[in-house]
């Protein structure tokens, strides 16, 4: 983490130098660093999908539901990142609509979880 840290606070700093001297160039550098972070991240998800398996293996849990999880973690991470980038950048309208699009994306995408919970409840009222 303290490296993600440095990583981006050097980043901040040198973008910001960029930036007075060409404004475009401190977008370039920000898209960059991102994809830099993203890259340390995306090394840390496979620990996180094995910790998740191995609680799958604990309980008898449906596999799907452990993949939208994962889903809704994506849809979450991307949505944010180009969100923040958009912003960033000075479009807030399209910052906005990326917002909106992650939100509509994560409620499709949870609805199977959604109805199983209610056929859940729904069996537990019946009897």
């Given at each position: 983490m303290i490296t993600v840290a440095v990583m981006g606070i050097l980043?901040?700093?040198l973008a910001v130098q960029v930036k007075a001297l060409?404004?475009?160039f401190g977008v370039y550098m920000s898209l960059a660093v991102c994809l830099a972070l993203f890259g340390a991240v995306s090394g840390r998800l496979e620990l996180l999908v094995d910790s998740i398996r191995q609680i799958q293996s604990y309980i008898s849990l449906d596999a799907g539901y452990l993949g939208i999880l994962m889903k809704m973690a994506g849809i979450t991470y991307i949505a944010e990142l180009a969100s923040d980038?958009?912003?960033d950048a000075g479009?807030?309208?399209v910052s906005?609509?990326?917002e909106l699009f992650g939100k509509l994306a994560l409620?499709?995408?949870s609805m199977p979880v959604i109805l199983?919970?209610?056929e859940t409840v729904s069996s537990f009222l019946q009897v």
């Open positions: 980043s901040v700093l060409k404004p475009e980038l958009c912003k479009y807030q309208a906005g609509q990326i409620l499709a995408v199983a919970l209610l």
